[in-house]
């Protein structure tokens, strides 16, 4: 039989499925011979079943699916769901899909529920049912194929088999998810430098043994791996993991499952990516885009999982960047050996580290959560309660964690995401569950109270809204002009937020914020977060500014002065960034102290 259109393999024990860009172009395998646990049947029994399975394959291919043809990981996905149901058939003596009956499928239902305490997921039950349908549609596409129609016992599965509806991933709760990607980057930057001193230790040691026999690299290993033990840094790593220093083989490879776990918790909650697009990450994956000096920003290069593996950038912070730059060092001389180009390099024969003279391939995903709950419940932590994580979850927390702190950030979040309509991101990733909503809430409280109290509290207040915030402030309290008391800052602050003031903070400054006057075209949510920027707000009635926004306008001040020392400066160029800086200083001028803008003034 010859193989589908979509298989690029030619083989008839296995079948290779073409991939894109997100896999590398590595093909995925079906292999034929691994369908059917190798003790079972005769070998006429297992080639006819394989020969239906083969015919089933090709006719689910050429169908594809409602938007198109089905993409290589679908068809993986479908194979292994065949073999399951192969593997059941076989265990009971069944050598065609023929022999299954009515009642069968409801025995392969209470099988896959089995003794768990939970009753099965309903997208678990309707993607079996799914298959069984399917295996229906095209009985005349294959060998042996399935008698019955599984609608007839669909009012049987609904009574015989209990289901819970699908949960989807949720967020992770800001108590828990800060203190991990906080334990993340403190064990990168603690441990990180004695990690990549003892993986190139083992690689050296590694390539050394070329030639020699089994047994003699096995005791070179093991009294490497006592030699590390005796080091006091990896000592004080063994004892935080709490493993077994009788056990060097487990000490070291837990040092290296709980360092890579720490990498993957920190650029999934920090980055916000897909675990396929994170596993997909070249080392070089870092670069630095825009003109130095003006909106130089660091990025991750890498393959959209959901665009037919079309680039894409994400924008990376320093803390993301020093965890990719740490993982690039990491296995640095190992790529060079071996070629390799990933991010994360996968292993094999349960070694810590890839094996030179060994096929090295990228972390595989089903390596990816090992190490993320690794890290996460590791004993170092001290966490009472087992955290349940996922990959998705993090990047749902990572929303959680955007628009809690600006909800007008929902726009770039979606376009962070690459969602086509910001519903979709707000719908599915951020929420409008009570619990979030309270939270929410309370948070925002927090934010405007820490705003208003800065304002008040600031010897000068800056700003074309800076006069008018002490006023508001005065009337609020009751005519009192002094806010010196911490008492009276309380009051003066529950009552601006009771009357319904409207902060919106940002880097540069305070916008106490009126639509009337709002210079960026702000509407009745608040600020318009396109046109909202430096120049825009400090023209704005609404605008503020106090010390706290000082660093901001001297950096950007003393940015474009140096920008101005350039040579070849169109004048167009120049009149732009004068102007700049004229605005930057006068801000800066109106958060001095009196006695220092009159010098200041005189001076000019």
């Known amino acids: 039989m010859a193989p589908p259109k979509y298989v690029v393999g030619k083989s008839l024990q296995v079948w290779e499925l073409a991939t894109g860009p997100l896999h590398n172009h590595v093909p995925i395998k079906l292999h034929w011979l691994r369908a059917i646990p190798p003790d079972r049947?005769?070998?006429?029994?297992?080639?006819?079943?394989?020969?239906?399975?083969?015919?089933?394959?090709?006719?689910?291919?050429?169908?594809?699916?409602?938007?198109?043809?089905?993409?290589?990981?679908?068809?993986?996905?479908?194979?292994?769901?065949?073999?399951?149901?192969?593997?059941?058939?076989?265990?009971?003596?069944?050598?065609?899909?023929?022999?299954?009956?009515?009642?069968?499928?409801?025995?392969?239902?209470?099988?896959?529920?089995?003794?768990?305490?939970?009753?099965?997921?309903?997208?678990?039950?309707?993607?079996?049912?799914?298959?069984?349908?399917?295996?229906?549609?095209?009985?005349?596409?294959?060998?042996?194929?399935?008698?019955?129609?599984?609608?007839?016992?669909?009012?049987?599965?609904?009574?015989?088999?209990?289901?819970?509806?699908?949960?989807?991933?949720?967020?992770?709760?800001?108590?828990?998810?800060?203190?991990?990607?906080?334990?993340?980057?403190?064990?990168?930057?603690?441990?990180?430098?004695?990690?990549?001193?003892?993986?190139?230790?083992?690689?050296?040691?590694?390539?050394?043994?070329?030639?020699?026999?089994?047994?003699?690299?096995?005791?070179?290993?093991?009294?490497?791996?006592l030699g590390f033990l005796e080091e006091p840094d990896i000592r004080k790593i063994v004892r935080q993991l709490q493993v077994d220093a009788s056990m060097p083989d487990a000490a070291i490879n837990q040092i290296m499952t709980t360092t890579e776990g720490a990498c993957i918790v920190a650029l999934l909650f920090l980055v916000g990516m897909r675990a396929s697009e994170l596993l997909r990450l070249e080392a070089d994956c870092l670069t630095v885009v825009g003109e130095p000096g003006l909106d130089q920003r660091a990025v991750l290069k890498g393959i959209a999982a959901k665009r037919r593996g079309m680039p894409r950038t994400w924008a990376a912070s320093d803390d993301v960047v020093e965890v990719v730059q740490f993982l690039t060092e990491l296995y640095a001389e190992i790529r060079v050996h071996t070629g390799q180009t990933a991010l994360f390099l996968g292993k094999t024969s349960g070694a810590p580290i890839p094996l030179p003279g060994r096929r090295n391939v990228r972390l595989g995903s089903e390596s990816l959560r090992p190490r993320l709950l690794a890290f996460a419940n590791s004993p170092h932590r001290g966490v009472g309660t087992e955290l349940r994580i996922h990959a998705h979850m993090a990047r749902k927390t990572f929303a959680r964690f955007v628009v809690t702190r600006d909800k007008s950030a929902l726009e770039s979040l979606a376009y962070h995401y690459g969602h086509v309509h910001s519903a979709i991101t707000d719908g599915a990733y951020v929420g409008t569950d009570i619990s979030m909503a309270r939270l929410l809430s309370e948070q925002d409280r927090a934010d405007l109270a820490e705003a208003l109290m800065d304002l008040l509290s600031s010897g000068v207040v800056g700003g074309k809204a800076g006069k008018n915030i002490t006023q508001f402030a005065e009337e609020a309290s009751g005519g009192k002009a002094s806010f010196r008391g911490k008492r009276s800052l309380d009051v003066a602050v529950d009552k601006l937020i009771e009357g319904g003031i409207r902060l919106a903070p940002c880097d540069w400054g305070y916008c106490v914020y009126s639509k009337a006057m709002s210079a960026c075209g702000g509407n009745d949510m608040g600020p318009n977060a396109v046109q909202r920027a430096p120049d825009v707000c400090a023209t704005c009635q609404n605008f503020s500014v106090t010390e706290r926004h000082r660093p901001f306008w001297n950096q950007r001040a003393t940015r474009d002065e140096e920008f101005l020392k350039r040579q070849n400066l169109s004048d167009q160029t120049k009149q732009v960034v004068l102007a700049r800086v004229a605005r930057s200083r006068d801000v800066l001028l109106s958060i001095m102290p009196i006695a220092g803008r009159r010098k200041e003034q005189n001076k000019t």
Request: proline share 5%; net charge positive; with cysteine.
């Open 41 to 225: 049947g005769t070998k006429y029994q297992r080639e006819r079943l394989i020969q239906s399975m083969k015919g089933l394959m090709q006719a689910v291919i050429e169908q594809g699916g409602d938007s198109g043809p089905l993409a290589a990981s679908s068809i993986g996905n479908y194979f292994g769901e065949i073999r399951r149901i192969v593997a059941w058939m076989t265990e009971r003596n069944m050598w065609a899909f023929r022999d299954l009956g009515p009642g069968d499928l409801l025995d392969f239902l209470a099988a896959r529920q089995g003794t768990r305490e939970r009753p099965l997921c309903e997208h678990t039950l309707w993607a079996i049912e799914s298959t069984f349908k399917r295996m229906w549609q095209l009985r005349a596409k294959y060998l042996m194929p399935l008698r019955f129609d599984p609608l007839l016992v669909e009012s049987e599965i609904k009574l015989s088999i209990r289901t819970r509806p699908t949960e989807p991933w949720r967020p992770l709760d800001e108590e828990y998810a800060l203190p991990l990607v906080k334990d993340a980057q403190d064990w990168i930057r603690s441990h990180g430098r004695t990690v990549i001193c003892m993986v190139r230790s083992l690689w050296a040691e590694r390539r050394s043994h070329v030639g020699l026999s089994k047994h003699k690299s096995v005791r070179r290993v093991r009294a490497q791996y």
